[in-house]
Structure formats: structure tokens, C-alpha cells
């Protein structure tokens, strides 16, 4: 398969290059022909072709300049639009709100990405992204587990998360080392009913402190600086024990808690 270019490790590139894989992800994203959608990272257009089917004006963001000219003789023409930048840095904004996002997302970025796009609220309707398995395990993540961290609470703010498939090494070239999975997340709506967008950061803040030093009770992390009684109270009252660790509480837990942290304050 003629490709343009070799993939390039430093930006993490696995070309999808299995077609069921890249039709079944076109056909698990949830909008209408007319909705608006964003591929990110489309490399070698796997799966960009058969967007193109369902959402004909679609846009893509690439970064990689040596695999523009081969994305555009593959797809034609057409009305899709194709975005030459690193998609950190592209104002999703240009793709028209409110939006879907899909991609193959490399490793490296992944959770930098995720984090972008969901925090956009209520601009993005859903997010369908292929990840390094462990990262979609994480993200879907279910109280008193391991997996349970910052990134589960974080994308289970917006969403419940539903991984839907796994795809296997062999799907890509080059070979990754690891199996990747695809979950798709449906943004709530009103998500300010739940919490302030301008709060969301210091929320987000909240959650990252009590998860770094996630072997410790949270009433000695949250509370190191005198106030190991008062997140004990807090803790009671949302029916956790003073003993829980940060991967004991799920998204409404710790949502209640930064509240009735700052009330308390």
C-alpha cells in the first residue's frame, strides 16, 4: 500500500491499515450527515475515506506536511476540508460548533488531546478516539479499581465513557508494541447545571492534588495543611469513610466533595 510516507516515530505515527477497523469506526461515531465532525490526525486517510461517506463536509487537522499531498490524492475532491496543523494548537472552533471528534490519536498526545476536546463543554457533542488500550481501561474506570485516576474523573465529568472495541496491533503499520482501543464519549448536556465552566480548572486542580500521592488517605492529602478534620467531615457527609483513597471515589464523589469543599471554605 502506497502510502507517501514513512511514518515518523517522533510524532508517533501507527497508520491504520485495516479497513474493517477504519469502517467501524466511521459507522460508531454518533452524528448526522449534516452535524459537524473532526478528524484529528489523519495520516495516510484509513479512516478519513470512509468519513468522507457519511460526512461528506467534514474537516481533518494534520500536522505532518510530507503526508498532506498523499491524503489529498487519495481522497479526491470533495467537500471535506483538510487543516495543515498541530492540532494542540488548532482552534477547533474553525470546524464549526457545536462538533464530533474522532482520530487515531498517538500515544504520546493522547490524553493532552482528550483533554483539549472535552474541555470545550458543550461545544463538543461526542468524541469517538482509538487509544493505547491501558488508556481507554483508565478512562472508563470504575471506582475502588487501580485503573481509577485523575484521566477517569476528568473525562467522566462530561460523559460516561463506553469503550467499544479493541483493535489489535496488527491493524497498523509500523506494529505497535501494545493493543489499542476505541471508546466513544457522548457529552452531557448542560454540563454548567453541574458546575461553572469557570470553575471547571480549579476542579480539575482539585482532583489532580488528591491523586498525586494516591497510596495516602485523601484526608492526608487534601488536608496536609490543618485541615484533616474538616475533609474528614466532608467525606462523611457524601457517605465515604475518612480511610478513602483517591481511587475509592468516582467522578460524582469527587464533584460533590470540591463543592462542598468550597461552601466550606
Not at 476540508?81 to 498526545?109: K, R, T
Not at 465552566?197 to 492529602?221: E, P, T
Not at 484533616?228 to 457524601?238: D, K, S, V
Request: proline share 5%.
Amino acid at each position: 500500500m502506497n502510502m507517501g510516507t514513512g511514518p515518523k516515530k517522533h510524532l508517533g505515527q501507527h497508520f491504520l491499515t485495516a479497513v474493517r477497523y477504519a469502517e467501524r469506526i466511521a459507522q460508531s461515531i454518533s452524528a448526522r450527515e449534516h452535524e459537524n465532525v473532526l478528524e484529528i490526525g489523519p495520516g495516510n486517510g484509513a479512516l478519513s475515506v470512509h468519513l468522507a461517506k457519511r460526512f461528506p463536509g467534514f474537516h481533518c487537522v494534520e500536522i505532518d506536511p510530507d503526508v498532506v499531498g498523499a491524503l489529498r490524492a487519495r481522497m479526491g475532491d470533495g467537500r471535506w476540508v483538510l487543516h495543515q496543523s498541530d492540532a494542540l494548537e488548532f482552534d477547533f472552533a474553525v470546524a464549526g460548533f457545536p462538533l464530533h471528534v474522532v482520530g487515531n490519536l498517538p500515544y504520546s498526545i493522547g490524553a493532552l488531546v482528550i483533554k483539549k476536546t472535552l474541555l470545550y463543554g458543550n461545544n463538543i457533542l461526542s468524541c469517538t478516539f482509538m487509544v493505547q488500550r491501558e488508556v481507554a481501561e483508565r478512562i472508563a474506570a470504575a471506582p475502588h479499581t487501580k485503573r481509577n485516576g485523575f484521566l477517569s474523573v476528568f473525562c467522566q465529568f462530561f460523559g460516561k465513557p463506553r469503550i467499544l472495541f479493541r483493535v489489535p496491533p496488527g491493524a497498523f503499520f509500523p506494529k505497535p508494541n501494545v493493543e489499542s482501543s476505541v471508546f466513544r464519549l457522548d457529552v452531557e448536556d448542560n454540563l454548567e447545571k453541574k458546575l461553572r465552566a469557570g470553575q471547571w480548572r480549579d476542579y480539575f486542580a482539585f482532583v489532580d492534588k488528591g491523586f498525586r500521592m494516591r497510596r495516602k488517605m485523601l484526608v492526608n492529602v487534601l488536608g496536609r495543611e490543618g485541615g484533616r478534620e474538616r475533609f474528614a467531615e466532608l467525606l462523611g457527609r457524601i457517605g465515604v469513610g475518612a480511610d478513602a483513597r483517591a481511587e475509592d471515589l468516582g467522578a460524582p464523589e469527587w464533584l460533590e466533595l470540591y463543592k462542598r469543599s468550597c461552601d466550606a471554605s
